[in-house]
């Protein structure tokens, strides 16, 4: 059963920019698509982001496209999403997730993820 660690938030001011990492063990990383998710407070897990498991596409929700790159190395286990020219309404815990099924198109949904989430990582953004 896979097991994921976010890392990489913090405090930034508006405009500034930050790299999640998320360390992948126990499983077999290289053939599932994953996402980024986030939750502010009181509101609900949102999609940020998703990558292919092959690396090769990748989709954004609006709000971040072109200023947010998620990317992955399979050798490594690990995923990341760059996050530039960031604004206040971007903090929220940040969490990454697993698809539940191998070999997968990325997706938005957040049913199509499996039940394995890390602790997550704060991203503060001050204006």
């Known amino acids: 059963q896979v097991q994921l660690v976010e890392s990489g938030g913090g405090l930034v001011q508006a405009g500034g920019s930050l790299t999640l990492s998320c360390a992948a063990s126990?499983?077999?990383?290289?053939?599932?698509?994953m996402g980024w998710f986030r939750q502010a407070p009181e509101k609900e897990r949102e999609f940020v982001a998703a990558?292919?498991?092959?690396?090769?596409?990748?989709s954004y929700r609006d709000s971040v496209r072109g200023r947010f790159t998620i990317s992955r190395d399979n050798a490594k286990n690990t995923m990341f999403l760059q996050m530039n020219n960031l604004k206040p309404e971007d903090t929220a815990v940040y969490f990454c997730?697993?698809?539940?099924?191998?070999?997968?198109?990325?997706?938005?949904?957040?049913?199509?993820?499996?039940?394995?989430w890390g602790q997550g990582t704060q991203v503060t953004v001050s204006s």
């Open positions: 990558i292919h498991w092959s690396g090769r596409s990748a």
């Open positions: 126990g499983g077999t990383f290289s053939r599932y698509s």
């Open positions: 997730a697993q698809q539940r099924h191998p070999f997968g198109v990325q997706t938005a949904r957040l049913i199509d993820y499996g039940n394995n």
